[in-house]
């Protein structure tokens, strides 16, 4: 990365150029390293600023800080970059890398499952060349920039996953990334509180594919509620996909847990082995096959690179825990997903006893309590022997369940996650599979390691 680039794309001057090239950006300062250009961040507990001598103590080759900031003695001869707002001149530099990359830049976004959709696509892309993708969930406005300022300059495909939790969140992330082609695996109600419809959800989702040069494509599911909302924002092509309706472009069918039979137009089926359970699951690699193939990956090279494919952590991970079998879907939640992990749950042929521990659904609003009773009505009624709440929001959904059938004396409610992980450990039987699954400030992950221990 020039020096000089970093000037023109940020806005910024240099107090002293680095002698040094930059091949790296981080926000970390413990991840600063030689070649390194560290971005002092004001966050809501802590300020960037307070890290810079530890980033240049650690290697780093520059820093890039708020103009007017007084620099320690430490730094004060040290290249630095002075911008007006670092987080903003994160975005920008992040779109003037971008401009210069080779890599077919892929975008990636929805209500639930788009890092597991993200991760099958970047497998079947990596059987056509090189890719980069984006680290874990790094999708927000930190986090996306960095994503694709880490993509190398020689990727043939990159990647790059996008989240929005408020209004206008989508704005600075589709500026940034400008993708080729993008992917959305399905509208729902995640973070409602903050945009009351669905239909608002959709249409800032629908600000990446308004990105999307008219010479892409998006690739969305067909029986999407929201379809006519995505549609009318893009330029580009439409692919859509479904497991039931033959309409679609590309038309999957789910044949045993983890195994879709692919098929379209006059070309040969296909079949996609991805391991993962759950018809959400089914949809994501149909997805993500269509994309690829889409952008003129061969069949051949997808099935390939699919071969590589590893699930991301805390999504439907099948874990042993002493005695026990856990099933680790707790990195988030919201109703759509907590619905498809219940259904796929009471449907899968693992061994021993079923035990559900789900916990609240966050950022649901005013209505909370609504939306948990629902889920607890239409799928909280299933063939296990012992249905857990954690969470004031979720007794609601022990309500719906019980509504629907489900016994009152099979139900256990607690207050707080560290009351289950001591109490469920002495509920479960010897061989037990149970299901945790809940939104990621819940920390649901914690019962397993009780369940370990």
């Known amino acids: 990365m020039n020096a000089d680039n970093f000037e023109t794309w940020t806005g910024g001057n240099w107090t002293l150029r680095p002698t040094f090239p930059i091949t790296a950006v981080t926000q970390d300062s413990r991840?600063?390293?030689?070649g390194v250009l560290y971005v002092a961040l004001k966050g809501d507990h802590h300020d960037g600023h307070d890290f810079v001598s530890a980033a240049f103590?650690?290697?780093?080759?520059?820093?890039?800080?708020?103009?007017?900031?007084?620099?320690?003695?430490d730094v004060a001869s040290l290249p630095l970059l002075c911008v007006d707002d670092p987080a903003q001149a994160l975005l920008s530099l992040a779109k003037g890398y971008r401009s210069t990359l080779k890599a077919r830049v892929i975008g990636i976004t929805g209500s639930a499952g788009k890092t597991t959709l993200k991760e099958l696509t970047a497998a079947m892309f990596s059987g056509a060349g090189a890719t980069a993708a984006t680290p874990g969930n790094y999708n927000n406005e930190v986090g996306l920039p960095l994503s694709l300022l880490a993509v190398p300059d020689d990727a043939a495909y990159a990647v790059i996953e996008a989240g929005i939790s408020h209004p206008n969140d989508m704005d600075p992330l589709a500026d940034a990334m400008r993708p080729d082609a993008a992917a959305i695996s399905c509208i729902g109600p995640a973070h409602i509180e903050f945009f009351g419809t669905e239909t608002a959800i959709a249409a800032e989702k629908a600000k990446l594919l308004a990105a999307i040069p008219p010479e892409g494509f998006a690739v969305l599911p067909f029986e999407c509620a929201e379809r006519d909302t995505l549609q009318a924002a893009c330029s580009c092509r439409m692919v859509t996909c479904s497991l039931k309706d033959e309409r679609a472009d590309w038309v999957g069918e789910p044949l045993a847990k983890?195994?879709?039979?692919v098929r379209h137009a006059d070309e040969p089926a296909v079949l996609l082995e991805?391991?993962?359970?759950?018809?959400?699951n089914a949809s994501n690699a149909l997805l993500a096959y269509a994309l690829v193939r889409e952008c003129g990956v061969s069949a051949a090279e997808a099935l390939a690179g699919l071969a590589r494919f590893k699930p991301p952590a805390m999504r439907w991970e099948v874990v042993a825990a002493g005695s026990f079998t856990a099933i680790n879907d707790a990195y988030n939640a919201n109703p759509l997903s907590m619905r498809a992990a219940l259904e796929t749950f009471a449907g899968s042929d693992l061994s021993g006893t079923k035990v559900v521990c789900v916990g609240d659904m966050l950022e649901l609003g005013d209505a909370a309590d609504q939306r948990h009773r629902a889920v607890g009505e239409a799928s909280g009624n299933g063939p296990w022997r012992l249905l857990a709440a954690v969470g004031t929001a979720s007794r609601a959904l022990l309500e719906g369940a019980?509504?629907?059938?489900y016994p009152a004396s099979q139900t256990v409610w607690f207050a707080t996650t560290a009351e289950a992980a001591e109490a469920l450990p002495l509920l479960l039987q010897p061989g037990d599979t149970i299901l945790l699954k809940a939104s990621r400030g819940m920390r649901l992950e914690k019962i397993l390691d009780a369940l370990r221990a």
């Open 402 to 405: 019980i509504n629907a059938g």
């Open 31 to 34: 991840k600063a390293c030689l």
């Open 57 to 73: 103590r650690s290697g780093a080759t520059a820093a890039m800080v708020r103009r007017g900031w007084q620099p320690p003695a």
């Open 274 to 280: 991805t391991g993962l359970a759950g018809e959400h």
């Open 258 to 261: 983890g195994v879709l039979r």
